[in-house]
């Protein structure tokens, strides 16, 4: 169901299509969100029109993204010194095949028999963009001045996935992917709930045994050593604390338990998917050393329009369509192979 949901939304339509949710759409989405957070909710009457909006929101959301144009980007060696991407991303010619070696995904796609006769595959690269500031040389005019602040870009941390034969293929596996990610932000809010509840219960079975143990002192013999007024205020303290731990474990149980609770978790994420899931574009322009260029700079400069996805608060990557010829897959060698030559 998230692979017909994908291809809705992410292979490609004519540009006369209808920007608005068809029903049949916002039905299948339901029903994939449903299956992968809680199928229990198809038990709670009217589970459907109490996701609707929050579901047409996330596929205008998803049909934006879709809309950002990834122009297949060809990796190879030779590439490296002609396309502005290709050497932007990788420091030398040679990265080029590495990084494609790397990719188990890769070297399983053009393994399968089905895919034999399959020269090139597409997929979607992802780096970490880094910048930092050097000194170095810069020519100003005719003048070169020595130890000139400059930013270095550079990518690191290349992973490329999502290989298909056709470029809609690929496509379609990054919408996916994108779509389970939504589907696991909710899921996660509702384990991370269950976390708390168990926390909090926990909390209260403690607070509840101190409180007892509190009590006896006070009736007992512990007045001998202790001022009563000191139990008296650890009394009173913990009688309060227990009050906020059994407030906040109803609100938490409420919130996990009921099936209002699952549809409220999943109408908090796809009701506001730009929180979760982003596809900007930022422009860049970086000289072939990869320093970054502001205004008007003399010699080759890299004209980049970088697609930047942001997932969460603690992920952010750029990402690039690649399109990947089988022969620059470097033969792969055995890991004791590799070790033999160390010997």
Known sequence: MFERLAAALFGGRSSSAPDTADAQLVAETIEAVVDAVEPRIRHRSRYQQKLDACVRHTIAHLREMARVPLEPVRLTRATW??????????????????????????????????????QEA?????????????????????????????????????RLIAPGATLAATRVDVGRRIVQRLAQVALG??????????????????L????????????????????????????????????????????????????DGYIGHIDAVLGHPEQHVQLVTVPLRVTRLGVKVEGDASGPVNELDLAELVIGADFRAVIAIVCCPRSEVPPEVSRLAQGERYL
């Open 208 to 259: 509840a045994a101190r409180l007892r143990m509190l009590k006896l002192a006070a009736d007992g013999m512990e007045g001998l050593v202790s001022d009563p007024a000191t139990i008296a205020q650890q009394i009173g303290a913990t009688e309060a604390e227990l009050a906020r731990t059994v407030e906040g474990y109803i609100d938490a149980k409420a919130s996990l338990a009921t099936l």
């Open 81 to 118: 010194g002609s396309d502005p991407h290709t050497n932007a991303f990788f420091a030398t010619a040679d990265d080029v095949p590495e990084c494609l070696g790397r990719s188990r995904a890769l070297r399983e796609f053009f393994a399968d028999p089905a895919n034999q006769a399959v």
């Open 122 to 158: 597409f997929g979607l690269l992802g780096m970490r963009k880094v910048e930092r500031t050097v000194f170095a040389p810069q020519l100003q005019g005719d003048t070169v001045r020595h130890d000139v602040a400059q930013v270095q870009v550079s990518f690191s941390d290349h």
């Open 189 to 206: 809010r509702i384990i991370a709930v269950d976390m708390k509840a168990t926390e909090l219960q926990e909390r209260k079975a403690y």
